[in-house]
């Protein structure tokens, strides 16, 4: 067990050295603004990041003087006395560096020391990060108690800082401004929640889902009434190169190595893999994702709480059937749009793409898993009518959906559009049917009525009126021609009669005559006599 720790050790020290550089595009940082307003030849505005613990002044200010201690520079023991609490009039802001311990330690060290806010300065050349609570058990005694704002600044702007101090000519003076942080400055509040779906990382996992179940009802209250909006975030490694084929690589990751979570009971032969999570944490990505742009972004909060219920690895149940039971039993999707279960069903190797449209009572969807899911082959049009067109009239009902077409939308007879609407088509305005001289044309939804003048018959296919009545002459020369027709069909049959009795006859007469003497051959073959002598 302990070299398989030393091993997670080293393979996280990798994974952060590697992802130098390119960790601003991978996460999400939350930035505030640091001003200087003294001394003038430093007087500038310059980015920090965000801390996950103290409570951040959003939508404030606050204007202090900046101290660098002369010793305990990285604040990992504690201060003597408060000996930032008095020596200026306005509020202290103390600068520490990065190293050595817990970033949360360094401001609760400072907080207890009397500063009113933290800046750790960065000891590597590298783009702004969250610093984050410590897992370790330890660290809940004081995190909880952290009431102060504490902000990260790259290396240049604290060695910046520190020389400005240094010279001890004049104070230097920042102000710290969250009013950039918020999103937007409207009537609704935008948050951002950071979580994760292993269930199996002790103390804190616990705290985090109690926090969820407790706030659910809260969260869906606020979003539902529009006044706030939140987007949930994942943490993610990745694997450097160099170890993509080793057995923790591939026990860890997924995507050739691109998401990676620690093991749950960092062991690699037994319980869950690290890859179990990642698969986890994007379904519930995609979970939000969908139910956002579907205008419920609310049932995020059932699906993730009702998995941690129902799911949890402690009952063997962490896995992606459990999942979609959740979403069938819940109905929290009709098309619920799912994460592929192996690697090998990825089909993109973009960040992200793995979402995938599922197969719904035996009917195949087809999209980008993401925004769009449409069904298609037979059985598609029992399912929302495909996605199409329909509207029913006067108990007549016209669809744009047709099983026999495997994909699309097409407007049925006597309307117009793209199948996804339709308008009626007005054959009489149009001159696309009944155009003829004698027509009285009548719209209808969905088709046409068509009437001839006067005592006329409409022929629908040859788009013509004809007469229902006919003259007397009309009658007799139609008698006249049925008589000659039937008269000619008459002497046609008998003469057919007589020909086939004639051919009959003589077809007969000749099979007879190869079995008797008929009278015309009497001359030619005469019987023997009984009284004939030699």
Same mark, same amino acid.
């Given at each position: 067990m302990a070299s398989l720790r030393r091993w997670l050790a080293l393979f996280a020290v990798l994974a952060a050295a590697a992802s130098t550089g390119s960790v601003s595009g991978r996460f999400v940082v939350e930035k505030n603004g640091v001003r200087v307003i003294r001394p003038e030849h430093i007087r500038g505005r310059h980015d920090a990041a965000i801390?996950?613990?103290?409570?951040?002044?959003?939508?404030?200010?606050?204007?202090? %003087? &900046?101290?660098?201690?002369?010793?305990?520079?990285?604040?990992?023991?504690?201060f003597d006395g408060t000996p930032f609490k008095f020596r200026s009039r306005r509020p202290v802001i103390l600068l520490v560096d990065r190293g050595d311990c817990y970033f949360a330690l360094k401001a609760?060290?400072?907080? *207890?020391?009397?500063?009113? /806010?933290?800046?750790?300065a960065d000891n590597t050349d590298e783009p702004l990060l969250t610093m984050d609570n410590p897992e370790e058990s330890q660290a809940s005694d004081y995190v909880d108690k952290i009431s102060i704002p504490s902000?990260?600044?790259?290396?240049?702007?604290?060695?910046?800082?520190?020389?400005?101090?240094?010279?001890?000519?004049?104070?230097?003076?920042?102000?710290?401004?969250?009013?950039?942080?918020?999103?937007?400055?409207?009537?609704? &509040?935008?948050?951002?929640f950071w979580t994760n779906s292993n269930d199996e990382c002790g103390p804190r996992c616990d705290e985090q889902m109690s926090f969820v179940k407790n706030f659910r009802g809260h969260a869906q209250l606020l979003e539902k009434g529009g006044f706030? !909006?939140?987007?949930?975030?994942?943490?993610?490694?990745?694997?450097?190169? /160099?170890?993509?084929?080793?057995?923790?690589?591939?026990?860890?990751?997924?995507?050739?190595?691109?998401?990676?979570?620690?093991?749950?009971?960092?062991?690699?032969? /037994?319980?869950?893999?690290?890859?179990? &999570?990642v698969i986890e944490n994007l379904r519930q990505l995609c979970v939000h994702r969908v139910a956002n742009e579907t205008g419920r972004p609310w049932v995020w909060w059932d699906f993730v709480t009702d998995y941690h219920v129902r799911c949890s690895m402690k009952d063997k149940k962490y896995s992606r059937d459990c999942a979609q039971d959740i979403s069938r039993q819940t109905n929290a999707f009709d098309q619920m749009v799912v994460v592929g279960k192996? !690697?090998? *069903?990825?089909? !993109?190797?973009?960040?992200?793409?793995?979402?995938?449209?599922? &197969? %719904?009572?035996? %009917?195949?969807?087809?999209?980008?898993?993401?925004?769009?899911?449409e069904a298609v082959g037979p059985g598609r049009c029992a399912i929302d009518n495909g996605g199409c067109w329909s509207e029913t009239r006067d108990g007549q009902t016209f669809s744009a959906c047709s099983d026999s077409v495997l994909t699309g939308c097409r407007c049925p007879a006597g309307f117009h559009g793209d199948g996804y609407q339709c308008e009626d088509t007005d054959e009489c305005k149009e001159k696309l049917a009944c155009s003829c001289p004698e027509c009285s044309c009548k719209n209808t939804w969905g088709g046409y009525d068509c009437k001839c003048k006067g005592n006329q018959l409409y022929i629908k296919g040859e788009d013509t009126c004809i007469a229902k009545?006919?003259?007397?002459?009309?009658?007799?020369?139609?008698?006249? %021609?049925?008589?000659?027709? /039937?008269?000619?069909?008459?002497?046609?049959?008998?003469?057919?009669?007589?020909?086939?009795?004639?051919?009959m006859d003589?077809?007969?007469?000749?099979?007879?005559?190869?079995?008797?003497?008929?009278?015309?051959?009497?001359?030619?073959?005469?019987?023997?006599?009984?009284?004939?002598?030699?």
């Open positions: 801390a996950n613990f103290g409570v951040p002044h959003y939508g404030g200010t606050l204007l202090g %003087v &900046v101290m660098y201690p002369d010793k305990n520079t990285t604040a990992c023991d504690a609760w060290n400072a907080q *207890q020391a009397g500063a009113a /806010a933290v800046l750790v902000a990260f600044i790259n290396r240049e702007f604290g060695e910046t800082l520190k020389k400005a101090l240094a010279k001890g000519t004049d104070q230097v003076v920042v102000k710290l401004d969250w009013r950039e942080s918020m999103p937007h400055p409207d009537e609704r &509040v935008e948050y951002e706030t !909006q939140f987007t949930p975030h994942y943490i993610t490694w990745y694997c450097p190169e /160099a170890f993509l084929l080793s057995k923790q690589c591939k026990a860890q990751c997924i995507n050739r190595g691109r998401y990676c979570a620690p093991d749950p009971e960092q062991d690699f032969d /037994a319980g869950y893999d690290g890859k179990d &999570v192996t !690697q090998s *069903q990825i089909s !993109q190797p973009a960040r992200g793409r793995l979402c995938v449209c599922p &197969v %719904v009572n035996n %009917v195949q969807y087809q999209g980008d898993g993401y925004t769009s899911c009545n006919m003259s007397r002459f009309g009658w007799i020369l139609t008698l006249l %021609v049925l008589s000659c027709v /039937a008269g000619a069909g008459i002497a046609g049959y008998l003469f057919y009669k007589y020909r086939l009795r004639s051919y003589s077809e007969i007469m000749a099979i007879m005559s190869q079995y008797m003497p008929l009278d015309n051959h009497n001359n030619e073959i005469q019987p023997l006599r009984q009284d004939s002598t030699a």
